[in-house]
């Protein structure tokens, strides 16, 4: 496929795979999931990751995370022989690869472990073999990782040559909810794109073996703008809704009853502002369209600088509201990045328990986690003045109670407990009984 291609729909009768074994490079939130859906297909699965903790769990048919359902999958094509894990890379048909792609503090993207999982394919990967990324990339990463392979394999070539079969590769970027994977992983569209026409096809022939959304085709960077555009489009958004929030405070004005109100209009539908925005997606995608094309993307970086800054109005509120306390108590409730998961990465409510802790030597933080056996993420491990106490002792121990993320749980608090507390809802959980 060339830089401009037409979109095509997939039909999943025009070809069947003949790949028998896929291995996932990376098993975190993406790769063990997308692994046991394949695995669940009856394929032969091997799953690939540094840590031998989740190698460890995945072969005893545990899941390393919370994430509904998961568990069930991983656990019954474990015992049936369709899933394995191990540290090593295999030989396979097909390799996804699944691994993390943070930012560095420039806010470009750090490719480390894409070209890390590059190089160790190159070792195994044979003519005609298809590699798909799955991580969230910049445009052209895919070419990228096709490139570090093919230099060191100068026997393989990315298009058939002379009658030898190609390396095929694709970008394939995973497009789901955490909380919803298992369902969403199946049920959603799904954009495919590849260096070529044939690679494109084939990684569709993959995932139409479990994926019964319709599955479109186009080439790779096209395929990993869109993820990026996904994400910026729902971050300009809520930093609209953020943005709202703030200013709504200064004057007085309830921005819940706000937004509601504005909502009544037809063609209108501001979205719920929070403390700030968290997960690998959202939170990272636009900042890597940012560094694509910095001068054409003001509106963009002016929106992820808008949530960015959400944490530190909430510090600053919760500091008000303490500020006649020697040795405030501060319940904070929530660490995650959205309600009803485990998952903290890039999330806002620990950057502002950081920050509490770090502003507030004499404050006493107490998390209160809505997930039996949850603890703290490293950055707040270190603090002294933070620790992961029982809901409901942190906020009848609280001076002021700062709702961060909105789990279920936190709806069996009572209005009566928070009497008499500041209260800091960054969610408008408690609007209609605080």
Known sequence: MGDHVNTQTYNAGEAATDIAAVAVVGLGYIGLPTAAILAGKGLKVIGVDVNP?????VNEGRVPFVEPDLGVHVAGAVSQGFLKAQGNMPEADAYIVAVPTPFKD?????????????????????PGNLVILESTSPPGTTRRMADVILELRPDLAAKANDGEDAVLFAHCPERVLPGRIMIELVTNDRIIGGLTPEAASAAAGLYSIFCQGSIHLTDAATAEMAKLVENAYRDVNIAFANELSVISDNLGIDVWNLIELANHHPRVNILQPGPGVGGHCIAVDP?????????????IRTAREVNDAKPGHVVAEVNAAVAGIAEPVIAALGLAFKANVDDTRESPAVEIVRRLALENRAARIMVGLSFPGATLPEELVQLPNVTVTATGDAVAAADAVVLLVDHDAFREIRPEQLAGKAVIDTRGFWRTTV
Not at 53 to 57: G, S
Not at 111 to 126: F, P, S, W
């Open 53 to 57: 903790y989740t190698v460890e769990a």
């Open 106 to 126: 420039d806010k470009t993207a750090d490719l480390v472990y894409v070209e890390q999982a590059a190089r160790n394919i190159a070792a195994r990967i044979r």
């Open 287 to 299: 900042w890597f369209i940012v560094s694509a094309d910095p001068e054409n993307s003001r509106l």
